[in-house]
C-alpha cells in the first residue's frame, strides 16, 4: 500500500540530472526483441471481438480485475471487494498479512475502471460491479465521514491498523474520488442512487472544512512551498485524488462548495510546482514536502479535471507546463521512481531512486495527457500519452513488457535494468487498465500509441 516515503541511506546519491542525453533517450527507447514479439503478435492476431488487423486489436482486458473482483454480503447488503494480491506462477489470491483480505485503496480505484469501462464500451456487467465496490466503499464510512481501509477475512472492518485506521487522508480520497465518479455515472441512469452517493461525499465536507481553515497558510519546508491546506500540510498528490472525485461529484451536481474547494485545492497544488520548461525540474509539481514521485502523482490529471468542471483555463496552466515539460524530461531519464529536492541557488537533486517502477507511477501522466488533449486539442499531448503508455509495453528500463492484453495482468514492478516482479495484484492491474482505458477511448492517443508499437 502507498505510504509517504522518506528518502533515506539507501537512496542513489545524486549531485543532478543524471546521464546524458543520448543516454537517456538510448533508455527511453530501448525494446526487448521478447517484448516486441508479444507485443506485436497481439497487435496482429484477434481482437476481442475476433478482428485480426492490428488497428482494432482491443488493447482493453478486464479478465484478471474479474478473477480478483468477489461478491460477497455484509449485514445482508451485497457489495464486492477486489483481492489485494496475486502471485506468480499460479495468480492465486493472496491477502495482506495483519491487515486483510481487501481495502477501499484498490476497491475504490477498481470501482473507477469498472465505470470508465461502462461509459466507453457500454458494458453492463461492469456498471454492476462497479456498483457493488461503491456498496463495499458506503460500508468502509464512519458516522463521522472518515473512511477505515481494511476488512479481515470475516469481512469485519479492520479498526486499528496503521493502514487502515479511520482518517481523512489517502484511503478517504479514493473512496470519495470513487463515489464521485459513481454520482456522475449514475445522475442520469439512477437518481436515486446517485443522491445516496452524494449524501456520502457531502458527509467528508466537514473534513474538508478544516483543512480549509488554513486557508491561505503556505509554510517553507526545506526551502519549498508547503500549502498547510492540502492534505498532511502538502500533499499534493493524495489531495489530488480527493479533487478528482470533487470535480466528478461538482459535474454531476454543480455544488457550489465542491466548487469552491476545487478551486483553493487548485490553487494549493499549482502553488508546488517548480522549474519552467527551460528550467529544471521542468515543471514537476512535488508530492510532497521536498519530494516527487511517480505513484499518485495525479496534478495535473486533476487540476485538467478541474479546469473542465470550473471552465477555467488558467486552472490547467500547471498541468499544461508539468507535461510539456517534466513528462518528457521523465522519459529521457528512464522512468525514475522519485526524486529529493534541495534549494540551493537554483533547485538541485538530493536523492534520486530509479527503481522499483510501478504501473501506479505511469497511469497519472498517461491519463493526464489524454486529459489535456481532450481539454486542449493539441496533438503533443497525444503523442505523450501513447510514449507514456509504451513503458507498459517494453519502453522501460528492463526492456520488458508489463501489461499483457492476453491475460489483462500487469507485473507488479520493474525491480532493475535485469529483473522483474511477475505477481499480478491489485493496485497493478487496476492502474494499468485505468491507463489503457482512457488512451484507447482517445482515437488520436490510441493510433499513436498502435503506430509506435508497429514501428517499433
Not at 484477434?46 to 492490428?54: K, L, P, R, T, V
Not at 482493453?60 to 478473477?67: C, D, R, S
Not at 465536507?205 to 526545506?222: G, M, N, R
Request: one cysteine or more; proline letters at 2%; aromatic letters at 10%.
Amino acid at each position: 500500500m502507498n505510504k509517504k516515503i522518506k528518502p533515506t541511506n539507501s537512496l542513489q546519491q545524486h549531485g543532478g540530472v543524471s546521464g546524458s542525453l543520448d543516454d537517456s533517450l538510448r533508455l527511453s527507447r530501448r525494446y526487448s526483441a521478447a517484448a516486441l514479439l508479444v507485443a506485436l503478435t497481439w497487435l496482429s492476431g484477434c481482437g476481442a471481438e475476433g478482428d485480426s488487423s492490428a488497428g482494432n486489436a482491443d488493447l482493453v482486458n478486464l479478465a484478471h480485475l474479474n478473477h480478483l473482483y468477489e461478491e460477497i454480503v455484509v449485514d445482508s447488503t451485497e457489495m464486492a471487494i477486489i483481492h489485494i494480491y496475486s502471485e506468480y506462477p499460479d495468480y492465486a489470491w493472496v491477502d495482506a498479512s495483519g491487515e486483510g483480505v481487501a481495502c477501499v485503496d484498490d476497491v475504490a480505484r477498481a470501482a473507477v475502471v469498472y465505470l470508465r469501462h461502462f461509459e466507453t464500451r457500454g458494458d453492463n456487467q461492469s456498471l454492476m460491479r462497479a456498483q457493488k465496490l461503491l456498496e463495499f466503499c458506503r460500508y468502509m464510512q464512519a458516522d463521522d465521514g472518515q473512511f477505515y481501509n481494511f476488512v479481515f477475512a470475516d469481512y469485519s472492518i479492520n479498526r486499528h491498523g496503521k493502514t487502515s485506521f479511520k482518517s481523512m487522508g489517502w484511503w478517504a480520497s479514493r473512496a470519495v474520488w470513487a463515489l464521485g465518479e459513481g454520482c456522475r455515472v449514475f445522475a442520469d441512469r439512477d437518481s436515486a442512487y446517485a443522491s445516496v452517493l452524494e449524501r456520502h461525499i457531502e458527509k467528508t465536507f466537514a473534513h474538508i472544512d478544516t483543512l480549509l481553515d488554513h486557508y491561505p497558510d503556505v509554510q517553507e519546508s526545506q526551502g519549498f512551498k508547503a500549502p498547510q491546506w492540502l492534505l498532511y500540510n502538502s500533499a499534493a498528490d493524495a489531495t489530488s485524488e480527493l479533487m478528482l472525485g470533487l470535480a466528478a461529484y461538482a459535474q454531476a451536481s454543480d455544488d457550489k462548495r465542491a466548487r469552491a474547494y476545487l478551486q483553493k485545492f487548485a490553487e494549493g497544488v499549482s502553488a508546488m510546482q517548480l522549474g519552467n520548461e527551460k528550467r529544471f525540474p521542468f515543471g514537476a509539481m512535488l508530492s510532497w514536502r521536498n519530494t516527487w514521485h511517480g505513484w499518485g502523482n495525479s496534478q495535473s490529471q486533476a487540476l485538467a479535471a478541474a479546469s473542465q468542471v470550473l471552465q477555467d483555463e488558467t486552472i490547467a496552466t500547471s498541468a499544461v507546463l508539468e507535461a510539456t515539460g517534466f513528462y518528457p524530461f521523465w522519459i529521457r531519464e528512464g522512468f525514475p521512481r522519485e526524486m529529493a529536492f534541495r534549494m540551493r541557488d537554483s533547485v538541485e537533486v538530493e536523492t534520486r531512486v530509479q527503481f522499483d517502477q510501478i504501473a501506479y507511477a505511469v497511469r497519472p501522466m498517461v491519463v493526464a495527457s489524454v486529459k489535456l488533449h481532450d481539454l486542449t486539442r493539441q496533438p503533443r499531448f497525444a503523442t505523450t500519452a501513447a510514449e507514456l503508455a509504451s513503458w507498459f509495453f517494453g519502453n522501460n528500463p528492463a526492456g520488458q513488457q508489463m501489461y499483457d492484453p492476453a491475460t489483462g495482468r500487469c507485473f507488479d514492478g520493474i525491480l532493475s535494468e535485469t529483473e522483474i516482479n511477475r505477481n499480478s495484484g491489485a493496485e497493478s492491474t487496476i492502474e494499468a487498465l485505468y491507463a489503457i482505458i482512457e488512451l484507447d477511448a482517445n482515437h488520436d492517443a490510441s493510433a499513436a500509441l498502435r503506430a509506435r508499437l508497429v514501428d517499433k
